[in-house]
């Protein structure tokens, strides 16, 4: 998804807000309309742009440059926070619209924290241990006096890891003796302030934001408008099933969390599939994906098919983009953005699809999967888990006080099922024609723009 593609959006929810939500606000009176522009207009903005080329001495001698940037994008509810990408992807609008998205992710999940991002254009595969640390290191020598546990709170993304944060937390350290730092970062080791459960608590999430839609429904607790009766139908078909037939794209830390968390749900979920960049793993009777993931751990590929038979595994190898179009009730979109587009729309077969990445699903292809019915998850509400977990680092850090693993993801879960329900109901009853993407920026932009009132930035 785009800066454009997000911008446009949010003015459509002003839009939407001004013209047909009357109630909305309502307490405003006669400003009420002036101020909902007022807040979209801040939205779309940015607070801060920070970027800069990062240099370091490779191991070869020679120098390496890097464009990095940190964008904060609005602080109306609370300190900015969002991950740091290490990636050949990366480039200012990109991270710009992922800080968009960090701000209402988090305001729609009702974290105190506003939206942000940061990136740095690097192949990691094509750098030392050494040559990243340098590079992680001089990335916070680029935001020494932007970042903290009271002003911008970064945590790990595509490229990066608790290694990483690790490194980053001491360069902190270093630059700012005597004062606080181990809040600076989330998503560290557990020996360096980390919270158990990290790692696998954003895929852990996006598994539970469809499972709490089937459970949901199932147990009746929705209001249903007769214009969401087919997509409530065809979630009930998937909840009478002996057995939920699952695919799932990618097989990194989300992707590989979600998969064996589908596998040891309650209710029977066969695997079928898991990728990664370079191919497919599919067997049509399910894939132990715990034995899979130790050798994706250890090699950075999914096996080979000598390699199965080697691993006792069955199943055949086929295109990485083949995960996408095999026929299952549940896909799992875990890569990265822009993998459902007006070219493969139409062979999609999944009747839900989850989006535990940013922007898997391109609007042109969002608007099709919707008018065929298809129940989308929005990333916005599934892949929240990651940030959820890091609040509760935070907290840790002030509190001193480290729970289970089991404590914090049964948190983590009870505060998806209630932000789950929440985003059902309303929109499972709504007799607007939106998505529930649209709902979520809806419900998102609703909370910014009150704290926005309250706190003065708009009047």
């Excluded at 040559?131 to 709170?153: H, T």
């Excluded at 008018?371 to 940030?387: E, R, T, Y």
Aim: hydrophobic share 35%.
């Amino acid at each position: 998804m785009t800066e454009n593609t997000t911008t446009h959006l949010i003015q459509e929810v002003v839009d939407h807000v001004i013209k047909d939500d009357k109630d909305a606000l309502s307490k405003w009176g006669d400003k009420r309309d002036q101020l909902v522009q007022m807040g979209g207009d801040q939205l779309k903005g940015i607070d801060k742009v920070i970027a800069s080329d990062l240099r370091i001495i490779k191991d070869d001698g020679s120098i390496g440059t890097y464009p990095a940037f940190r964008v904060q994008h609005n602080n109306a509810c609370g300190y900015y926070k969002g991950g740091i990408r290490f990636s050949t992807g990366v480039h200012q609008s990109e991270v710009e619209t992922l800080a968009m998205l960090m701000t209402l992710k988090n305001a729609l999940h009702d974290l105190p924290y506003g939206g942000g991002k940061g990136g740095v254009h690097i192949d990691v595969r094509k750098h030392s241990k050494r040559e990243l640390k340098e590079v992680s290191k001089a990335f916070v020598r680029m935001l020494q006096n932007q970042i903290g546990p009271y002003k911008d709170i970064p945590a790990p993304d595509v490229g990066t890891g608790e290694q990483m944060m690790d490194w980053m937390t001491e360069e902190f350290k270093l630059l700012h003796p005597n004062q606080p730092f181990i809040n600076t970062f989330t998503g560290k080791s557990i020996a360096n302030g980390g919270t158990k459960g990290r790692s696998e608590s954003t895929g852990i999430g996006t598994f539970l934001s469809y499972y709490y839609l089937v459970e949901a429904v199932m147990n009746g607790s929705l209001s249903v408008n007769d214009k969401h009766t087919d997509k409530i139908d065809a979630i009930k078909e998937i909840g009478e099933k002996e057995d939920v037939k699952v695919a799932v794209q990618g097989f990194g830390n989300l992707s590989r969390a979600a998969a064996i968390e589908a596998a040891n749900c309650e209710k029977k979920h066969t695997v079928i599939a898991v990728s990664d960049s370079r191919s497919t793993v599919y067997s049509e009777k399910g894939l132990d994906v715990e034995k899979l993931a130790p050798f994706k751990e250890e090699n950075d590929r999914l096996p080979n098919e000598e390699e199965l038979k080697e691993l006792q595994l069955d199943g055949e190898v086929l295109h990485p983009d083949a995960v996408l179009t095999l026929d299952c009730d549940v896909l799992v979109l875990g890569a990265i953005e822009d993998q459902i587009t007006g070219e493969n729309q139409e062979d999609i077969k999944a009747t839900v699809l989850v989006e535990g990445a940013n922007g898997p699903i391109n609007s042109e292809a969002d608007a099709y999967l919707e008018s065929k019915g298809k129940v989308i998850i929005p990333d916005v509400l599934a892949n929240a888990g990651g940030v959820t977990v890091s609040y509760l680092e935070w907290v840790q850090g002030f509190t001193n006080d480290a729970k289970s693993k089991e404590v914090i993801l049964n948190d983590m879960s009870d505060r998806m099922q209630d932000v789950s329900y929440r985003v059902y109901n309303a929109y499972f009853s709504s007799e607007s024609d939106v998505t529930m993407r649209f709902l979520c920026y809806k419900l998102a932009f609703l909370r910014v723009i009150d704290l926005m009132k309250r706190s003065g930035k708009i009047m």
